[in-house]
């Protein structure tokens, strides 16, 4: 098996074994699949979940898709040469009903870049997983960011801080004082392999990456979606809601590079939540759980 079919395995392996353990931990909603094909070239599997005892809206999504470079693209991924592109990756976002769980969001994807005569000349890998709270528990973010912290060092002892800087400063909602969408987590780009590092060693920590998701995330949520909650503390969450909304869709990289690539709309913007509030100029009150959730996000943390 060569390297670009041993992925594409591992990411539809990784995409049911997600949605499994997704569907017993809500208890009632089922994912629905929806496979697109594109017509430039490739497809993917949509599977969306809503409605359900915990997660209000949800998507896990994993795409195989190829085509010509474009100058939109060159642009976009900072491609210098180059005439065939591939890519293929899974990308996720939970948006729970409880507002003491937080969502989540996660994507690993491997890029191949090919000149004229269809030949490999470039290959990287990608990915990251960060937390978006609404309330903070310390706790929380102490177990999410150790699990990533352990994958990290298993590779590496500089991954997880180098990672993680890179995660606070990427996910920020730079037009609003540099705001950070969540709590961060994990995310690098463009790692391509080298003599020291070569294509089995960012294979394989991608993949164990990906296997994290799940110890990282489900503890939580089986821990919180049995909080009682009000309608001041939904309030909250839609408000926050917001934020994630501005920076999908002014900042976010791979919403801009599916958009701009004729990728699948429904598909791409399956990460918005189901409800949402802009209110104007809203400030929480001073000393309140949601001002210290705000503090969180303002200032990022060493959580390990």
Request: proline share 4%; hydrophobic share 35%; glycine share 8%.
């Amino acid at each position: 098996m060569n390297i670009k079919e041993d992925w594409i395995q591992y990411i539809e392996f990784l995409q049911t074994r997600i949605c499994t353990a997704l569907e017993a931990c809500d208890g009632k909603a089922r994912f629905i699949e929806d496979k697109w094909q594109r017509a430039e070239g490739g497809g993917g599997k949509t599977r969306v979940i809503s409605g359900g005892n915990v997660f209000e809206k949800g998507g896990v999504n994993t795409s195989v898709v190829f085509g010509n470079v474009s100058a939109a693209m060159k642009t976009q991924l900072k491609i210098d040469g180059g005439a065939r592109w591939f890519a293929c990756g899974l990308s996720l976002v939970l948006h729970p009903l409880n507002p003491f769980v937080p969502t989540v969001h996660c994507n690993y994807r491997m890029f191949e870049l090919y000149n004229e005569k269809n030949e490999l000349i470039n290959r990287w890998f990608g990915g990251g997983t960060d937390l978006t709270p609404y309330y903070l528990f310390e706790e929380d973010a102490r177990h999410f960011h150790q699990t990533y912290k352990n994958v990290c060092d298993e590779f590496d002892v500089s991954f997880y801080s180098t990672f993680k800087k890179n995660c606070d400063d990427y996910f920020v909602n730079t037009h609003r004082n540099n705001e950070r969408r969540g709590i961060g987590g994990i995310f690098y780009d463009y790692q391509k392999p080298s003599e020291k590092k070569d294509i089995n060693f960012w294979m394989n920590f991608s993949k164990a990456c990906g296997d994290a998701f799940l110890p990282a995330y489900l503890p939580i949520v089986e821990k919180r979606k049995i909080c009682s909650f009000t309608d001041k503390n939904k309030y909250w969450q839609e408000i926050r809601r917001g934020r994630y909304v501005e920076f999908n869709l002014i900042h976010d990289r791979g919403t801009l590079f599916g958009l701009k690539t004729n990728g699948r709309t429904e598909s791409i913007l399956m990460s918005l939540p189901p409800t949402v509030r802009f209110e104007y100029n809203y400030q929480p009150q001073k000393g309140s759980e949601e001002e210290k959730l705000m503090n969180a996000c303002l200032h990022p943390k060493n959580w390990v």
